[in-house]
């Protein structure tokens, strides 16, 4: 059996008649199960030092994987030790075909299935913000709140790229990236980045963007966990939310003010325009002084707001 794949269950086995067959229904109270959803170039590896935290603490979560991601992953032999960038720069890739309605699907689908234990906490971090938005905008019974780790929440404009041309997301460093970048992304249908570069100039760049307040060591292992390919078509989808679906969640702002990614002025934009949707249901506003990753390091600080977030 493929590493990521799942075994069938008493749900998928039932008849129509058997009870199980029915969709199960959100416990109300209790404690609070948080799903914790990737962003970009990402998977669930990455929340290994907040889960352990939110385990010491108590509390239940689960790390997603989003499709194309994790152990399903597509890692080339041309992307490994030595490298074949030209080989590499023609290879398809897996996550071309993947849609923000496919990873919505997936949390959606491990939503329901925790949501029998307790309240549904949605956690996502940089571009997963878009699937927990989307999450919540069709299925907002599910979910008992939303946090945003500086991540995208769409209300003016339709995704990320659109956002990347306002003023707000001038102080970002991400240019210098390009020069990661392999193959040609309208064809391959995926950003492809070289994050095992040895370029010195190419990994500092890399760093003041997302991890500039951790040691080159620490920097380096973070890298290791990453995987080349994200989907142009996650990043171009409409994800825009509304009032009367998504806007009725409670929701958790994670503001970082070191970041360069995804850069304080722009967190800041999409935290008014959602408030300014609706002004009844506004964003709950906390900061950490750390860069777009570095949240990561500072596990335990994050876990503890985590469990002391209201349902």
Same mark, same amino acid.
Request: net charge negative; charged share 15%.
């Given at each position: 059996?493929?590493?990521?794949?799942?075994?069938?269950?008493?749900?998928?086995?039932?008849?129509? $008649?058997?009870?199980?067959? &029915?969709?199960?229904?959100? $416990? +109300?109270?209790?404690? #609070?199960?948080?799903? /914790? &959803?990737?962003?970009?170039?990402?998977?669930?590896?990455?929340?290994? #030092?907040?889960?352990?935290?939110?385990?010491? =603490?108590?509390?239940?979560?689960? !790390?997603?994987?989003?499709?194309?991601?994790?152990?399903?992953?597509?890692?080339? !032999?041309?992307?490994?030790?030595?490298?074949?960038?030209?080989?590499?720069?023609?290879?398809?890739?897996n996550l071309a075909g993947v849609t923000l309605a496919d990873n919505v699907a997936e949390v959606l689908d491990v939503a329901r299935t925790v949501g029998r234990h307790g309240?549904?906490?949605?956690?996502? +971090?940089? @571009?997963?913000?878009?699937?927990?938005?989307?999450?919540?905008?069709?299925?907002?019974?599910?979910?008992?709140?939303?946090?945003?780790?500086?991540?995208?929440?769409?209300?003016?404009? +339709?995704?990320?790229?659109?956002?990347? $041309?306002?003023?707000?997301?001038?102080?970002? @460093?991400?240019?210098? /990236?390009?020069?990661?970048?392999?193959?040609?992304? *309208?064809? @391959? *249908?995926?950003?492809?980045?070289?994050?095992?570069?040895?370029?010195?100039?190419?990994?500092?760049?890399l760093k003041a963007a997302v991890l500039a307040d951790v040691d080159d060591a620490s920097f380096l292992a973070f890298l290791n966990i990453l995987q080349p390919d994200e989907?142009?078509?996650?990043?171009? !989808?409409?994800?825009?939310?509304?009032?009367?679906?998504?806007?009725?969640?409670?929701?958790?702002?994670?503001?970082?003010?070191?970041?360069?990614?995804?850069?304080?002025?722009?967190?800041?934009?999409?935290?008014?325009?959602?408030?300014?949707?609706? #002004?009844?249901?506004?964003?709950? &506003?906390?900061?950490?002084?750390?860069?777009?990753?570095?949240?990561?390091?500072?596990?335990?600080?994050?876990?503890?707001?985590?469990?002391? @977030?209201? =349902?």
């Amino acid at each position: 059996m493929a590493p990521n794949s799942k075994p069938p269950t008493a749900e998928s086995a039932a008849t129509p $008649q058997d009870p199980t067959s &029915v969709p199960p229904t959100p $416990q +109300a109270g209790g404690a #609070p199960t948080f799903v /914790l &959803v990737h962003g970009s170039g990402s998977n669930s590896f990455m929340w290994a #030092p907040i889960q352990r935290e939110l385990a010491l =603490l108590g509390h239940r979560s689960h !790390a997603v994987d989003l499709p194309g991601h994790g152990f399903d992953a597509h890692y080339s !032999a041309a992307y490994q030790a030595p490298q074949d960038l030209d080989a590499w720069a023609a290879e398809p890739s897996n996550l071309a075909g993947v849609t923000l309605a496919d990873n919505v699907a997936e949390v959606l689908d491990v939503a329901r299935t925790v949501g029998r234990h307790g309240p549904v906490v949605l956690v996502g +971090a940089s @571009l997963g913000g878009l699937t927990i938005s989307g999450v919540a905008d069709r299925a907002p019974e599910l979910i008992s709140r939303l946090v945003y780790i500086s991540a995208w929440s769409c209300v003016q404009r +339709a995704n990320p790229i659109e956002y990347m $041309q306002e003023p707000e997301f001038a102080e970002n @460093l991400l240019a210098p /990236l390009a020069a990661l970048n392999v193959g040609d992304p *309208g064809v @391959l *249908g995926v950003g492809r980045a070289n994050y095992r570069s040895g370029d010195p100039e190419l990994l500092a760049a890399l760093k003041a963007a997302v991890l500039a307040d951790v040691d080159d060591a620490s920097f380096l292992a973070f890298l290791n966990i990453l995987q080349p390919d994200e989907s142009l078509a996650v990043m171009t !989808a409409d994800a825009t939310v509304k009032a009367e679906t998504w806007g009725t969640v409670a929701r958790s702002y994670l503001r970082l003010t070191g970041d360069r990614s995804l850069p304080i002025a722009m967190q800041d934009r999409l935290i008014a325009e959602a408030d300014a949707l609706t #002004p009844d249901n506004p964003y709950d &506003v906390h900061t950490l002084d750390t860069s777009h990753v570095g949240f990561l390091y500072r596990a335990r600080e994050v876990a503890a707001l985590l469990a002391g @977030l209201a =349902l």
